[in-house]
């Protein structure tokens, strides 16, 4: 089965730094690229950030709001995504999800396909 | 960065009825548009990428079209279990960004 299991999150207090995981199976996680998706309580959602797969270099993109402060790596050999979140602030407060973004080749777009079953962080002091 | 901007926010409908939901973009993102299904207190699931390519999975009461700025998502008998957020998404560009989400509830 294809899935994505969350691990990490809680309540943590402004300022501080929380890593939350994320592990992989089912699939050939290397040859995916991983992304963050966070959803604030009651509201939509919100792209965080993501990391190419090696193929495609491994490098990130991050949200402006997190720019600075959130970084994502990942462990091909563990089949594992990280969200490192340092400086958390009040508004960072969400539901954080693990998703695989797929390229479709033949259309040139891509999509979240599969996602974890999410994690909340609570930044409060 | 583009704003996609879904109307309505919500609406009311009934089992067997047909759905439209619309999405709009700030500016021209080819067919670079994807559909999301949320129900409470779980992940989002993807229905349709590439603007009208049905996900693997997914009933084929649902179907989406458009290209350029505006995009639809019809439902085309709405069934129990289709009430939930419906979010529009754009991956033409950097940083990919979600619709405000459509709620469908029961009228």
């Known amino acids: 089965e294809v899935q994505l299991v969350q691990s990490g999150g809680g309540l943590v207090q402004p300022g501080r730094s929380l890593r939350l995981s994320c592990t992989a199976s089912g699939f050939a996680f290397g040859d995916y690229d991983m992304t963050w998706v966070r959803q604030a309580p009651g509201k939509g959602l919100e792209w965080v950030g993501f990391i190419r797969s090696k193929v495609y270099g491994g490098t990130t993109e991050n949200a402006a709001s997190v720019k600075g402060r959130f970084s994502i790596s990942r462990d091909d050999s563990q089949s594992i995504a990280y969200l490192q979140m340092n400086s958390l602030q009040i508004d960072d407060t969400a539901v954080y999800y693990c998703?695989?973004?797929?390229?479709?080749?033949?259309?040139?777009?891509?999509?979240?396909?599969?996602w974890g079953q999410g994690t909340m962080v609570t930044v409060s002091s | 960065d583009i704003q996609m901007t879904q109307s309505p926010s919500s609406l009311s409908a009934s089992v067997g009825d047909r759905v439209t939901i619309t999405c709009r973009a700030s500016?021209?993102?080819?067919?670079?548009l994807n559909w999301y299904q949320q129900k409470p207190g779980k992940a989002p699931d993807l229905l349709i990428y590439?603007?009208?390519s049905l996900q693997t999975g997914v009933p084929s009461r649902f179907s989406g079209s458009g290209s350029g700025t505006d995009f639809t998502l019809t439902i085309s008998s709405l069934q129990p279990e289709d009430f939930a957020t419906y979010y529009c998404q754009q991956s033409y560009s950097i940083p990919p960004t979600f619709g405000q989400g459509t709620k469908v509830e029961v009228k």
């Open positions: 500016q021209t993102i080819s067919s670079y």
């Open positions: 590439a603007a009208s």
């Open positions: 998703v695989r973004r797929r390229r479709f080749l033949r259309y040139g777009n891509d999509a979240f396909d599969i």
